[in-house]
């Protein structure tokens, strides 16, 4: 009767020095993509949020509205106004013209871009080349 619970010697193999250096500069690579990635997502939404944070009347936004299929892209809406409420910014939008026109009440989770009219933005940057 032959015994079938003999452990079988297992070969270990023993990195060289360059290997080793390859093994961890691989791994620092992965955790630095990993870190990059993650530091653009939240840099990106630091940037909406102040973005958000100063959104005035007359300013145009892109946003979404609702989820999944249902999903709509808004496109250079027109802010109308702004107010604070108990669960934070409401921003009124309106899209398309005439007999079209569409009215959003966006909240600033739905924002994802914030642009000022063009002669603002202009004084913007005198004012900051100025100073």
């Not at 530091?39 to 999944?68: H, S």
């Not at 106004?81 to 009124?92: E, L, N, Q």
Request: charged letters at 25%; glycine letters at 8%; hydrophobic letters at 40%.
């Amino acid at each position: 009767m032959t015994d079938t619970n003999q452990a079988t010697p297992t070969a270990t193999v023993k990195l060289t020095a360059t290997e080793k250096l390859l093994k961890r500069i691989n791994q620092l690579v992965e955790r630095i993509n990993a870190d990059t990635e993650q530091y653009n997502t939240l840099k990106a939404d630091y940037e909406a949020l102040q973005a958000v944070a100063n959104v005035q009347a007359g300013d145009r936004v892109n946003a979404t509205v609702g989820r999944g299929e249902k999903a709509v892209v808004i496109e250079g809406g027109l802010v109308l106004g702004v107010s604070d409420t108990d669960t934070g910014k409401a921003i009124k939008v309106t899209v398309g013209s005439g007999f079209d026109t569409q009215v959003y009440v966006l909240s600033a989770g739905q924002v994802t871009s914030v642009s000022k009219p063009v002669e603002e933005a202009v004084a913007e940057q005198e004012e900051q080349a100025d100073a």
